[in-house]
């Protein structure tokens, strides 16, 4: 039985955008797992803000279309939100929305199980944008989204060089967030008896 695919990705494009470094990490600790992950960066999905214009006169942007194929290929998605005022960025927020309204076979939203990871320099690790990014994917989109969720406070400080969060209790909550993941993404995908 092939393991889970697991696609992860932040919401930021920023050089040393402290949500790239979660994607990344997840990234790194899903390798040491059962799946097999894939990391993807919005930086080679770029698409223009949504414009029903846009859309009446060239249709979705050819990035939303490769986007949704990532998710239609991917049975759990881990996506790491940064927090801007109080929500989801812009970049994040239209990705989705322009994927949204890709047509063709499959639901991306409603196949694979997402995972919310969230970061930011402050004390609330992005809590909020979590929750904005939670009712996006679940009430928006119809989307299966875990209870684990991973958050990040103090991000600036929060990473060691290699990657790693320098609180190892942290570490080990992201780890099981992962692996509750996997484990619901491989039920789902029927690769688990
Ligand atoms: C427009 C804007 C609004 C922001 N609002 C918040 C906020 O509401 N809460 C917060 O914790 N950080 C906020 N920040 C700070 C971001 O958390 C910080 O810039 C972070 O590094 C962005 O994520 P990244 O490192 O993944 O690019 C804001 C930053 C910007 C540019």
Known sequence: MRPPRILTFAGSIRTGSYSASLAALAAKELALLECEPVLISLADYPMPIYDGDHEAAEGPPEAARLLREQL????GVFIATPEYNAAV????KNAIDWTSRVKG?????RKPVFCIGSTS??????YRASMMLRQVLALGLGALVLAEQAMVAGASQAFAENGDLKDE??????RGTLRALIEQAALRAGLRV
């Open 121 to 126: 320099p402050g004390a609330l690790g992005g």
């Open 169 to 174: 209790r942290a570490q080990e909550r992201l």
């Open 72 to 75: 239609l290929s991917a049975d």
């Open 89 to 92: 960025p812009p970049l994040l």
């Open 105 to 109: 076979e499959g639901d991306p939203f």
